[in-house]
């Protein structure tokens, strides 16, 4: 600040005496420098990403060393400025307007470190909601995943929104039902069921990326099983690493079968009743291995899993989900019922088949054995097979020279 304080009294005690006006440049104004302080003190407060504390301590430094400046450095030249206030000298009015100003950049300085926490603590809460809500989707869509076959669940969440109904017809789908015989259904027993069933569904899991054969339902000690049910169906992409190189060879030779023996009554996607066989088997082998484990457990009470009977059926199916609440997915059909019969009329240890599915498979190149006119409820006496299984839980394939008949 170029200004002489010493010099100042002199010249304005003779503008006093003489009359005549001071000029205007010769100091500083006062109330300049008071606003322009006061100005600092709020950069100093207002100033983001420094610690209150320091902007604080900083800031009444600041009007500390300016009342000092004002009260005894150049206390004679804010005396003699313009007063707000006839009654209130100028010091006072200098001294009170910067500690006001200061209060109030004080006061919007805590104002705006209050908003900037709720603002924080709101994201924070905020992200943590987001995360939920997508756990929440995830959940959902892995639930749904489990209740429905996962070519339907966007489907399905698409036709929901909407409060449509959604459902399928397929002209051609293997439907497998299988039933573990002498098998009793107590506390104790029901541990050994839900193992079985997990095994069941690991085997599935083998199925069902590749080959597209989903798991509808299971009814007591039934598992209901069928392939064919997405409208992608098509086992001739490349190999996964979660399918079984011995699985793709078998289902490659049955399409070529398929393909060399082909008949004008032949429908698309016929190889869904090969799949779904080749499925049922593997369902016979695991339960074998299962009823080895439990044999050398020693127990008191003897386990056992138990036999199964297989019935498989092909045609036509339609699909659909049912419900407003606990949503469930079906198929209803003729292929549905009769493989429910061939199920109930089977043999344990044996895959029985309609007539029509055992003509499919034989041009699949696997043998079937006729086991006779058998009666089925609701449709009489009628031709059923037994699908060729050799003592290894293998298919019996059909020589090459007896696959055209």
Known sequence: MDCEPAEYIVLHTESKLFGYEMGQNFCFHPWVLTKMICLIMGVTLIFTGIPVMVKIVVSVMETITYLIIINFQFDYLIHHSIPTNPFFAPEYAHGLFTVVTWFIYYYMERQVEFNNKINFNWRIELLKKQEDAHITNKSITILLHNILPSHVVNVYLTLAEKHELYYESYS??????????????????????????????????????????????????????????????????????????????????????????????????????????????????????????????????????????????????????????????????????????????????????????????????????????????????????????DKNLDFRHTPEEEYTE
């Open 172 to 389: 051609m789908v293997a439907v497998m039902f299988a039933t573990l015989k002498n098998f009793q259904m107590d506390m104790s027993q029901l541990r050994v069921l839900n193992e079985i069933i997990s095994e069941f569904d690991t085997v599935l899991s083998q199925y069902r990326n590749e080959f597209l054969v989903d798991k509808i339902k299971i009814v007591g000690c039934t598992y209901m099983a069928a392939c064919g049910l997405n409208v992608r169906h098509s086992v001739t992409g490349g190999n996964r690493r979660t399918v079984i190189k011995s699985l793709r060879k078998e289902v490659n030779r049955a399409q070529q079968s398929l393909a060399r023996n082909r008949t004008e009554l032949a429908i698309v996607n016929e190889d869904v009743v090969f799949i779904l066989s080749s499925f049922a088997l593997d369902l016979m082998r695991t339960l074998w291995i299962c009823n080895h484990v439990y044999s050398n457990i020693p127990l008191e009470k003897e386990m056992s899993a138990g036999d199964m009977s297989i019935g498989i059926s092909s045609g036509e199916v339609m699909a659909g989900v049912v419900g407003a609440s606990q949503v469930h997915y079906d198929i209803w059909g003729n292929a549905v019922n009769m493989a429910s019969r061939m199920d109930s009329t089977g043999v344990a240890g044996h895959i029985q088949v309609t007539e029509e599915s055992a003509m499919i498979l034989k041009r699949s190149g696997v043998e079937c054995d006729f086991r006779g006119m058998t009666y089925v409820k609701g449709r009489g006496i009628m031709p059923t097979y037994f699908v060729g299984i």
